[in-house]
């Protein structure tokens, strides 16, 4: 068969397909993991009545797992499954004629995916699972490569550690091997870098022996890996796609790109954009591109860690007198022939700098514009005793906002809310507004609350209102005088240098109520101190009366830290359609009203603190869902796609 051959992969998907079977949805969960759509027709994933009492059978389970992954289907359903997993765990799982689910690598895939997105599953289900998948690591150690990927990837999804040495070399394995590995490498980013996987190698192989090596038949799973891995194959290679192929979303840019971002800093001194920034750098680093960050200034420290990251800091050149924006605006310093196909900015904060770099030094480049806040969204809930009317400022800063978006080549808005406030701005301008989701911090989880009942708010001191820090005071100062054997704490992290005592006074009258303990931590760009604060709290707040995104709400997800978020923030919304089962256990309403707000948290903040390890328990599933759906490798590859293309 020859590699060009799409149409007999896709014949071998289509005869193999037999629903419901774990294979059949193993084929699934191929593209959907990778975040591609299925390029093959799948008819409904219902389980007829008749046929519910087959979840008992494990394959069946499984198949439903994988299901779950493609919608929500009703609540009775999750609550059959859950019921049907109860009795799974009554059998033996390791029986001498190994008839189990664990010796069957696609099916312990399929039930731990759905025991993450079962919303009736408890943590004794989700305790024995990954007690077993423990001893089946063990016992599944000399099996096949097949198996043992799988199991690493079904172990990844309970959030359990599964060792597995690096990988042969791709000579060594099959075609269907190699393309698990491959498809591993994009669809499980964060377990990849341990299997050894030389991409170039890797690719050489798949492509050299795919007419040699025709996929097993009757096996849709490996038919889609293949099927999947060839279209990433070619898209490295330069080679395009056959002629019709309903793969042209796997293709992603066909060369390195030269790529120039635009900041204010590369550390985070002045919050979350920052951050922002400097993850997106390392990630268009990490998956190929040659990355160059121009700065007004960097320490030593700063250009080691860049460095080591594989991003280019450039140091704008002294402009005497000039203020740290003006000296971005000089032909960036790249090195001699260096010129960059894409030039990133963000918003009004350094959008300009990069219209400029684009329009008077680079224009053969396209611009790419990220938008990170709504000003006319946020302004009346700042600090009115300066910078003039309200009404004026906001207008101000919005058209700013929508002029450095208007020309662009692409507008990236950060969460759903910003797109559509951005997608309204600029209706009838012809420029695209895609939204921009940023993946889910990869740092270790907390599996247990700590000793005592802190409750954690984090946000620049001089925004405190726009924050909510007042609601979180109020409301905790309530659940202080109902429950003073809680003790609870309130860490406020954020002052601006020098006004500590007075946020501190300013919370602590909020409260109403003199006994709260109220502690005032200054703003920090250390990125260690703020782990530490995330993983001392019980539960962290984010009250904001408008926030575009709310990095600080992901943050805490990704820590395993129970967190309440706005329902006026973009996370609120990408929680809701994501897990939409989850989500009302996260998001609480704000309004402008004090004393509605105070009594509403208080009440969700008491039923966390009502019992804190269901809480670590519920964000826990929170976090693996979105593991599933947020990927900042993902997310930059369609992204880089779009705003490089025409």
Not at 13 to 28: I, N, V, Y
Not at 173 to 190: C, G, M, R, S
Not at 431 to 460: D, N, Q, S, T
Not at 582 to 604: M, N
């Amino acid at each position: 068969m020859s590699i060009a051959d799409d149409d007999d992969l896709r014949t071998a998907l289509s005869e193999a397909w037999t629903w419901p079977s774990p294979d059949a949805g193993f084929a699934m969960h191929v593209f959907f993991a990778a975040r591609e759509p299925l390029p093959f027709p799948r008819g409904s994933l219902a389980l007829p009545h008749a046929d519910l009492r087959r979840l008992d059978q494990a394959p069946v389970l499984a198949a439903m797992g994988f299901a779950f992954s493609q919608g929500s289907p009703d609540d009775a359903l999750h609550d059959r499954w859950a019921r049907a997993f109860d009795r799974l765990t009554a059998r033996a799982p390791f029986p001498a004629d190994r008839a189990s689910f664990v010796y069957q690598p696609i099916e312990l895939l399929g039930i731990c995916l759905g025991v993450t997105l079962c919303q009736h599953v408890t943590q004794d289900h989700l305790s024995w699972l990954r007690r077993v998948v423990a001893e089946a690591e063990v016992r599944l150690r000399d099996e096949s490569p097949t198996s043992r990927l799988l199991g690493l990837c079904a172990s990844f999804l309970i959030s359990r550690p599964w060792h597995v040495a690096s990988l042969p070399p791709p000579n060594e394995l099959t075609v269907d091997e190699i393309a698990l590995a491959l498809w591993i490498e994009q669809a499980y980013a964060e377990i990849a870098p341990g299997l050894g996987i030389n991409r170039p190698s890797f690719v050489r192989e798949l492509l050299s022996r795919s007419d040699q090596d025709p996929p097993a038949g009757g096996r849709a799973g490996f038919a889609a890996l293949r099927l999947f891995a060839l279209a990433r194959a070619r898209s490295n290679t330069g080679s395009a796609p056959p002629s019709g192929s309903s793969l042209g979303g796997l293709a992603g840019p066909v060369r390195s790109l030269t790529i120039l971002a635009i900041a204010t800093e590369w550390s985070s001194g002045h919050g979350g954009l920052s951050t922002f920034n400097r993850e997106l750098c390392r990630t268009c680093a990490r998956i190929g591109h040659t990355v160059y960050c121009l700065v007004p200034s960097a320490t030593d420290a700063e250009l080691h860690q860049s460095a080591s990251d594989g991003v280019h800091l450039l140091i704008a050149g002294a402009l005497p007198g000039a203020s740290d924006a003006s000296r971005l605006l000089p032909r960036a310093p790249l090195p001699s022939g260096i010129v960059p196909d894409l030039i990133v900015g963000h918003g009004r904060v350094t959008g300009l700098a990069a219209r400029v770099q684009h329009e008077q030094h680079f224009s053969g480049a396209r611009r790419l514009h990220f938008v990170h806040v709504a000003p006319g969204a946020i302004e009346w809930f700042k600090d009115r005793s300066s910078d003039g009317d309200t009404a004026e400022r906001a207008d101000a800063r919005e058209q700013v906002e929508a002029q450095l978006a208007k020309e662009a080549h692409v507008v990236a808005a950060v969460g759903p809310l910003l797109t559509r406030e951005f997608a309204t701005q600029l209706h009838g301008h012809g420029v695209p507004v895609r939204e921009f989701l940023p993946g889910l911090p990869r740092i270790p989880p907390v599996e247990k609350p700590p000793p005592a009942y802190r409750c954690l708010v984090l946000g620049r001191g001089e925004d405190s209102r726009l924050k909510g820090f007042p609601i979180a005071a109020r409301a905790l100062g309530l659940v202080a005088k109902a429950r003073p054997d809680l003790r609870p704490v309130l860490i406020a992290r954020g002052a601006p240098a020098g006004t500590g005592d007075d946020l501190q006074d300013s919370l602590l009258k909020t409260s109403g109520h003199s006994a709260l303990d109220v502690r005032v931590r200054p703003y920090t760009s250390d990125v260690q101190q703020i782990d530490m604060d995330l993983r001392q709290s019980s539960l962290v707040l984010m009250p904001s009366h408008s926030e575009g995104f709310g990095l600080v709400g992901l943050e805490a997800i990704a820590a395993g830290i129970p967190v309440l978020l706005s329902d006026q923030s973009g996370l609120a919304e990408v929680l809701q359609r994501l897990a939409p089962n989850l989500a009302p256990s996260h998001v609480v309403p704000v309004t402008r009203d004090l004393e509605t707000d105070g009594p509403q948290w208080a009440k969700r903040i008491e039923f966390v603190f009502s019992d804190r390890e269901a809480a670590f328990a519920r964000v826990a599933r929170l976090r693996e869902v979105l593991l599933l759906s947020m990927s900042w490798d993902v997310s930059v590859t369609a992204l880089l796609r779009e705003a490089t293309s025409g």
